[in-house]
């Protein structure tokens, strides 16, 4: 019987998204299952649940920063501050979007290369041309991701993602579901690799 598929949500503009991104595909590849990487808005989701962006809060905002920093010391993934936060998004969930229906074997590349530009690089990856400018360099021809990101069908895509996400009940980023299972933040990923070894508890 197939194991499925970990739908992994995420927003470019969350470091702890970025933190799950590096993690995800060891506890994929560990139990054979597939990835589906799901961009979304959290500015949508920030509309229903009242939140925002946690290094805004007080108390929580600076401790936030620092527990980023050091969890990505702890895993030695690379990590800078964007010039610009939050990010804004949408150039770079439109292209993963476009490539996830165009070249799907390339999306996990894309991926990686936006999160790692954002928060690894310092990258201005909320700028189409930047964007465009990566998805060449993961192999992506610049004038087909670039129509891409503009085409209506893909905007529309990016919207119905942000919506049915909301309606599986997705309020942060990352966010993993597992066969109608949901887990919240990168620190439930080890939650998540035993759910999958398991079968669930």
Request: charged content about 25%; proline content about 6%; glycine content about 10%.
């Amino acid at each position: 019987m197939s194991k499925g598929a970990i739908d992994f949500y995420f927003e470019f503009s969350s470091p702890f998204g970025y933190l799950a991104s590096e993690l995800i595909e060891t506890v994929a590849n560990r139990h054979a299952v597939e990835i589906n990487w799901q961009p979304f808005l959290l500015g949508a989701v920030f509309k229903v649940t009242g939140g925002s962006p946690l290094v805004n809060k007080p108390l929580k905002g600076d401790y936030s920063q620092r527990d980023m920093r050091r969890s990505a010391r702890l895993h030695g993934i690379p990590f800078n501050w964007p010039e610009k936060f939050p990010v804004f998004p949408v150039p770079s969930c439109r292209a993963v979007y476009w490539t996830k229906a165009n070249h799907p074997e390339k999306t996990a590349d894309l991926v990686h290369a936006l999160y790692r530009g954002a928060w690894g690089t310092g990258r201005s990856v909320w700028e189409t041309g930047t964007v465009i400018d990566i998805a060449e360099e993961t192999g992506i021809d610049r004038n087909e991701v670039e129509a891409g990101i503009g085409d209506p069908a893909i905007k529309e895509s990016l919207k119905t993602a942000t919506d049915e996400a909301i309606e599986r009940g997705v309020f942060g980023s990352p966010f993993f579901i597992y066969r109608d299972e949901p887990f919240w933040g990168v620190d439930r990923l080890d939650h998540l690799d035993k759910w999958i070894a398991t079968g669930g508890w």
